[in-house]
């Protein structure tokens, strides 16, 4: 079946600019986390949600960034004014529930110059 | 001090060798444990749980160690398939909301013919 999708799959931006990342996860998964993993790093927690609710933003490096989770689905991770720290890769995943397997997405690997 | 330390490596071993990857977790109340494995530019992928009893799968064996908070994993009669970043991963805190997943830096092997 398939699996988690994210989109753009690469996103080159200039300093300043605002990117917005997308999720798409598993259909019916509850839950949807967000990561961010710098290069030779393991992944970092950024935020949580159980269906349409944020109910854990502790690991957002900064106001710049925020998500939403539209109806429960598709989900988007926006950074306003990026950095060139907030060059990554940001990976989605999703869990069929509050305490299930996390599937990832293949990530969106930001580059900002 | 990060929550969750891996050995450096990289690991360099031939074909068909026994290799064992170590972690250590700084939080006590870590509820679960897990080893996940990310090939070059992919997503991180679940190779296994961590129970306390040790557990195996194939080639591959876990083991956990509260009281000295010490995670280990090893891969017998290595294949080049096993090539890949393992990453050492722990669930903290006992509330049933985010389940975030916290990730050791990871461990590179290389498995050479």
């Known amino acids: 079946g398939a699996g988690v999708s994210q989109s753009p799959s690469n996103k080159v931006t200039e300093k300043g600019k605002d990117v917005e990342l997308r999720c798409d996860p598993i259909?019916?998964?509850?839950?949807l986390f967000w990561y961010q993993q710098a290069l030779g790093q393991g992944p970092e927690f950024l935020t949580y949600?159980?269906?349409?609710?944020?109910?854990?933003k502790s690991g957002l490096p900064s106001d710049r960034f925020s998500a939403e989770r539209t109806g429960g689905s598709v989900s988007t991770l926006t950074i306003q004014r990026t950095q060139q720290e907030d060059s990554a890769v940001y990976l989605c995943?999703?869990?069929?529930?509050?305490?299930?397997?996390?599937?990832f997405g293949p990530g969106t690997r930001l580059t900002v110059l | 001090r990060k929550e969750v330390e891996q050995d450096p490596g990289p690991f360099n071993v031939p074909e068909g060798a026994t290799v064992a990857f170590n972690c250590t977790y700084s939080?006590?109340?870590?509820?679960?444990f897990f080893w996940y494995r990310q090939d070059c530019r992919k997503e991180p992928k679940l190779l296994m749980s961590v129970y306390s009893s040790g557990n195996e799968d194939g080639r591959f064996t876990a083991q956990l160690n509260r009281a000295s908070q010490y995670i280990s994993l090893l891969i017998r009669d290595s294949k080049l398939s096993d090539s890949a970043t393992y990453l050492c991963?722990?669930?903290?805190?006992?509330?049933?909301?985010?389940?975030?997943?916290?990730f050791g830096s990871g461990t590179q092997l290389t498995v050479l013919p």
């Open positions: 949600f159980q269906n349409e609710a944020q109910l854990d």
């Open positions: 991963v722990v669930i903290e805190g006992t509330s049933g909301s985010a389940r975030q997943l916290t």
């Open positions: 995943a999703s869990s069929p529930a509050v305490r299930g397997e996390q599937f």
């Open positions: 259909s019916g998964h509850v839950s």
């Open positions: 939080n006590s109340a870590s509820q679960s």
